[in-house]
């Protein structure tokens, strides 16, 4: 068994697992609660130097961030369906989600978070939680026009640019109670029911030593 991911229950480590289920490769799992002085600790920034999971191990080659993780695992131990070569005429739309679900979303969606919910250093000013609440509404309407005739953001069907934008719209309900539409929720519904999804989301063993 060549991959090992570190991983700790509700965070973007999510994404990492789901497509580990979905793609059906073998793999280790590293599963901890969330600690933020654990982290910190100068023996899991050995495993991580920026103290944050997911942290992937292939054969002793780390990979963070968990939308590289993602394309590392499909453009290394693929071939799979759920990534879209740049000749697809989708490439563009699954490229743009598979990002966008990160940078565009949930990026936000954390700072929003802090705010309601973090103490210092993660408070910010109201106007700039006001912003990043404007742009997770921007997002949301841009995504009830891309499912407006389909079932998934590709017309070709489930790709791993829904499991990152799965993750991300489950953090948004679970931790700052955003509402969705009729349209994005019946979406989301459907990426909650596939079992590897459930089970990324199941619970996990209890913080341990590596």
């Known amino acids: 068994m060549t991959l090992k991911l570190f991983h700790s229950p509700g965070t973007r480590s999510i994404r990492a697992l789901w497509l580990l289920e979905e793609m ?4 280790e799992l590293k599963s901890m609660e969330y600690n933020g002085a654990y982290f910190a600790s100068d023996q899991y920034r050995s495993i991580n130097p920026m103290g944050k999971v997911p942290a992937l191990y292939d054969d002793g080659e780390l990979v963070i961030e968990s939308t590289a993780i993602m394309e590392y695992l499909l453009h290394r131990h693929g071939p799979s369906s759920l990534s879209v070569s740049s000749e697809n005429p989708e490439y563009a739309t699954y490229l743009q989600w598979l990002h966008m679900a990160e940078s565009g979303m949930a990026n936000y969606i ?3 978070f802090g705010q ?3 103490k210092d250093p993660y408070k910010v000013s109201e106007q700039f939680d006001t912003y990043c609440r404007f742009q997770i ?3 949301l309407e841009m995504l009830e026009i891309q499912l407006k005739d389909r079932e998934y953001l590709l017309e070709s069907g489930f790709s791993a640019a829904d499991i990152s ?3 991300t719209l489950f953090f948004a309900q679970a931790c700052t109670g955003t509402k969705f539409s009729e349209t ?3 979406y989301f519904n459907r990426l909650a029911s596939r079992p590897a999804f459930q089970k990324a989301l199941s619970d996990l063993p209890k913080q341990q030593s590596f």
Do not use: F, I, M, Q
């Open 24 to 27: 059906g490769l073998p793999y």
């Open 110 to 112: 954390s700072v929003s």
């Open 116 to 118: 309601t919910y973090g």
């Open 137 to 139: 509404t921007k997002a």
């Open 165 to 167: 934008l799965g993750y």
């Open 184 to 186: 994005v929720g019946a």
